[in-house]
């Protein structure tokens, strides 16, 4: 790596009206979860890093997450015992070496936060460990029901004390800077050379130039109509990636959370695993007799893997003509509701619904990408220079399932190995890089057209490619994709870019993905369930794709 630069912008072109400022980095980081300030605060405090954030640090899934982490740090508990919940959750997906290499390096993650200064909740002066569905031990450590935000919080702390990271909020991932568009260099090797985002502030395309870029841009939840996930999960790092020329892998597989709170004023709010994990119960409405129905579809009922969760309770919606079904944990003390679920609890209580005494209503909703883009494990693509780390990627640790708690340790773990191999790459030396084609400076007025395309897209993605599939269903939504990845890039193309358009852009080909992806795979396995292929085939594979154009 390079000393650090100077971070201060300078002007570059004013060919247009539009002008482009480039900004030259060690390390840029896009996006401001756990996997994006991980990686900010493990770098070495002599280098420059840039985290770009399309709203503000705050934003995103990270701060969303109640569950917790996974670790083995129980007594009787083991890294096998792990590595095998998490093979049988993936359905024989998972690759074991990345399996191995994330759960054994899950209890230096956990030190390393409290280090930073994160509040887990302790019993008797130790970490409280719970369990979740599809775990054999209680390994799942917290900070009560909030864990995502109390180290969201923690973190963000720490990076605005850093003297050496600069936050850029309002900033949009444009694009990936490519060597071979630039520079002369069409015959070099294709390297990453950064990023151009838009300044949202300023309405000007920037360029962000780094020997190093890292993607850490969060999934694409929002590509279905339910969904837990924020406005901010929009598949921008994976959309970016492909378009640079690298592979993707297993999209088919989108966990579908079986428990996101029904009521029209929670939007996307969680219900957490760890509800079913202190004994919650998942019944039939009361017109319906209140019926428990979960030991009907799996013999671990309640404590199954999301997946068999989720399609038994599609499956019981669809039988009775429901809009929901009902959580209960009212049979344990209010006390201790109080003290292990408090933000639910009060979130509830805020809609009318007092969990003490009366189950929760909940509904399934699109709640994570499994698939991403291919990484090894220290996080490197296909694309020298350009790393992902989180849910943006694909490392092969979740298989054809996520089993719960593992993604906030991966961000972690892969956060350490990106950064260590970043500090073992030779010094690289920054071509000059050109501004933005600012050129499009037609200002439409797309907002009705971009509002109208984006609701069309995640209603058919919803009805289409939602938790049970057929070719029939795959093949309607390959042909509507289409037509809008033709609409779409030609308003990219015409126009000067807004966030609304670049995440409808990302959206589109995100969707793409995941119905090629679904098409090529001919059986059902994990989070990917088809009605014109249920067997199982007997040699797991992941489902990789190659962009035409490879680096």
């Known amino acids: 790596m390079t000393a650090p630069t100077p971070p201060a912008a300078s002007a570059i072109s004013a060919t247009s009206a539009t002008r482009t ?35 503000t640090i705050e934003d995103g899934s990270s701060g969303w997450a109640q569950g917790g982490i996974a670790a083995v740090l129980a007594e009787g508990d083991t890294f096998d015992a792990h590595v095998a919940d998490t093979l049988v959750a993936g359905a024989g997906l998972c690759d074991p070496a990345a399996t191995r290499f994330t759960v054994e390096n899950a209890p230096e993650a956990i030190a390393w936060l409290r280090q930073m200064g994160t509040q887990f909740t302790l019993h008797d002066g130790e970490l409280h460990l719970t369990r979740e569905g599809g775990h054999s031990h209680r390994r799942i ?33 444009v694009d990936l800077i490519l060597s071979d568009k630039h520079a002369g260099q069409t015959h070099a090797p294709r390297r990453c050379l950064g990023a151009y985002a838009l300044n949202e502030d300023a309405d000007q395309v920037e360029a962000f130039v780094a020997p190093h870029t890292v993607l ?79 030991p009907e579809h799996d013999p671990r009922a309640e404590l199954a893997p999301r997946d068999v969760v989720a399609r038994a309770i599609d499956f019981e919606m669809k039988r009775h003509g429901l809009d929901h079904v009902c959580l209960d944990i009212a049979h344990q ?21 007092d969990i003490t005494k009366e189950p929760i209503p909940v509904v399934p909703a699109a709640h994570y990408t499994c698939g ?51 500090a073992a790459q030779p010094a690289a030396p920054m ?26 897209l995640r209603r058919f993605m919803w009805d289409y490619v939602g938790i049970v599939r057929t070719d029939k269903r795959l093949d309607r939504a390959a042909h ?47 989070l990917h369930c088809s009605r014109d292929y249920p067997a199982l085939l007997p040699v797991a594979l992941p489902t990789v794709l190659t962009p035409a154009r490879i680096p």
């Open 333 to 353: 003390p209010p006390a201790f509701l109080r003290e292990h679920f408090p933000n639910i609890l009060a979130r509830c209580a805020e809609l009318g619904i």
């Open 216 to 294: 850490c841009t969060g999934g694409a939840g929002k590509v279905y109509l339910y969904t837990s996930n924020p406005d901010t999960a929009t598949g921008d790092g994976i959309a970016a990636a492909w378009r640079a020329g690298c592979r993707v892998a297993n999209m088919e597989f989108i966990q579908f959370h079986p428990t996101c709170l029904y009521h029209p004023k929670a939007k996307s709010f969680l219900i957490t695993e760890a509800v079913r994990g202190e004994g919650g119960l998942l019944k039939l409405p009361a017109h319906l007799g209140g019926h428990r129905f979960m």
């Open 372 to 422: 991403g883009v291919v990484t090894d494990l220290n996080a490197r693509t296909d694309l020298p220079g350009l790393y992902v780390v989180g849910e943006a990627s694909y490392t092969g640790l979740h298989g054809a399932n996520r089993l719960a708690s593992n993604s906030l340790l991966e961000c972690m773990v892969f956060a350490r190995a990106a950064v260590r191999d970043m």
């Open 141 to 173: 450590v917290h900070a009560a029901d909030a864990t995502g935000a109390a180290v969201q919080h923690t973190l963000i702390d720490r990076v605005r004390l850093a003297p050496n990271v600069q936050v850029f909020e309002t900033h949009n991932l």
């Open 21 to 55: 400022t480039s900004r030259l980095f060690d390390v840029i980081i896009v996006g401001s979860g756990l996997a994006g300030l991980s990686t900010a605060l493990l770098l070495p405090p002599h280098l420059a890093v840039a985290v770009l954030t399309k709203r």
């Open 431 to 456: 071509p000059a890089i050109p501004p933005w084609d600012a050129s499009r400076v037609i200002d439409a007025d797309e907002h009705v057209v971009i509002s109208h395309n984006w609701d069309e």
């Open 480 to 526: 509507r994709i289409a037509l809008l990845k033709a609409e779409i890039e030609e308003f990219y193309q015409r126009f000067h870019v807004t966030r609304d358009l670049l995440e409808l852009r990302n959206l589109v080909e995100v969707a793409d993905l995941i119905v090629r992806c679904a098409q090529a795979r001919k059986e059902s396995r994990g």
